[in-house]
């Protein structure tokens, strides 16, 4: 279903478990960035009034998300510390070109969000299956099934505003691109690297 070229490595999941305090405090700032880029999205581009909407409800769930990320933490007896760059988004935004058009622009943003909330799904998915702390387990669960909502609904707004052929192939490209970055990730206690 999530179109991804390359699963993750398995033994990933063996590192995320090992350092799961890294995991919950690196998946807290995946939620708070997830929200930013709802709000960026909204304050760059409001004369799409749909994609605004949306936008808005998902800005308010992922900060909810946060919230129950830090109770985590916080129940842990943990704290977040600070932010840590993401490899992954980093290499992802660097496969478009800068420049073109706004419509242009917005597809490109739409399909590089959609991958990451595919991405963060197939680890929630394996988070959900593989831990021991059954708890834990239920709520990545849980996050999986809007991590998934959120990825088709950022490809469904990216095939709405730009031509359907075009983004699709476009789609492709990014998912054969986001393939190769995986193959150097996977290692680290990191949501997505």
């Known amino acids: 279903m ?3 070229k390359l699963p993750t490595d398995p033994r990933w ?3 995320a478990e090992k350092n799961i305090e890294e995991i919950l405090v690196d998946h807290a700032y ?3 960035k997830a929200a930013s880029t709802a709000i960026s999205l909204i304050v760059t581009y409001p004369e799409y009034s749909e994609l605004v909407t949306a936008m808005t409800a998902l800005a308010r769930e992922e900060m909810g998300h946060f919230k129950m990320v830090h109770d985590r933490i916080l129940k842990r007896g943990l704290i977040m510390g600070h932010d840590r760059k993401d490899e992954y988004v980093i290499q992802l935004r660097s496969f478009f070109p800068k420049g073109g058009s706004r419509a242009t622009q917005l597809v490109h943003r739409l399909l590089i969000a959609g991958l990451i909330e595919a991405r963060s799904c197939e680890r929630f998915r394996l988070l959900s299956e593989k831990l021991e702390d059954k708890e834990l387990a239920e709520f990545y669960r849980s996050l999986m099934v809007s ?3 959120h990825y088709t609904m ?3 707004f990216a095939r709405k505003y730009g031509d359907r052929e075009i983004v699709d192939q476009k789609w492709q490209d ?3 691109f986001e ?3 995986m193959k150097d990730l996977g290692k680290k206690e990191s949501i997505h690297g």
């Open 174 to 176: 990014l998912l054969e």
């Open 154 to 156: 950022f490809l469904q």
């Open 147 to 149: 991590e998934a909502n």
């Open 2 to 4: 999530l179109g991804l």
């Open 179 to 181: 393939a190769e970055v």
């Open 30 to 32: 995946c939620e708070q």
């Open 13 to 15: 999941v063996d590192i």
